[in-house]
Nanobody, 123 residues
Framework: QVQLVESGGGLVQAGGSLRLSCAAS????????TGWFRQAPGKEREFVGG????????YYGDSAKGRFTISRANAKNTVYLQMNSLKAEDTAVYYC????????????????WGQGTQVTVSS
């Protein structure tokens, strides 16, 4: 059974960078895609991006494209979210999860959610 744990969140100034980690224990399964989502207070959970098991194919939501990069460690058990040029609107709790079915951008198709890590960007 897969368990995911996010880490790396914290407080950062606008324009700064932060790298989040999603560590998986146990073997992953499903479609082979691990996704990053974020949720700010009062807002819907938003797709940030995803990466295939191979690490060669990535997907990005509109808010992330051009600023964020998703990658996998060589061991495939850790997925990273490198966030650059951070803005105040990036403030949210960031989650990783395993894609099980449906659209890669739809959180309803994911499972094995981590507990989330808080990212706060000060302006």
């Amino acid at each position: 059974q897969v368990q995911l744990v996010e880490s790396g969140g914290g407080l950062v100034q606008a324009g700064g960078s932060l790298r989040l980690s999603c560590a998986a224990s146990g073997r992953t399964f499903g479609s082979g895609v691990t996704g990053w989502f974020r949720q700010a207070p009062g807002k819907e959970r938003e797709f940030v991006g995803g990466i295939r098991w191979s690490g060669t194919t990535t997907y990005y939501g509109d808010s992330a494209k051009g600023r964020f990069t998703i990658s996998r460690a060589n061991a495939k058990n850790t997925v990273y979210l490198q966030m650059n040029s951070l803005k105040a609107e990036d403030t949210a709790v960031y989650y990783c999860a395993v894609h099980l079915s449906g659209s890669y951008s739809d959180p309803r198709g994911y499972g094995y959610w981590g507990q989330g890590t808080q990212v706060t960007v000060s302006s």
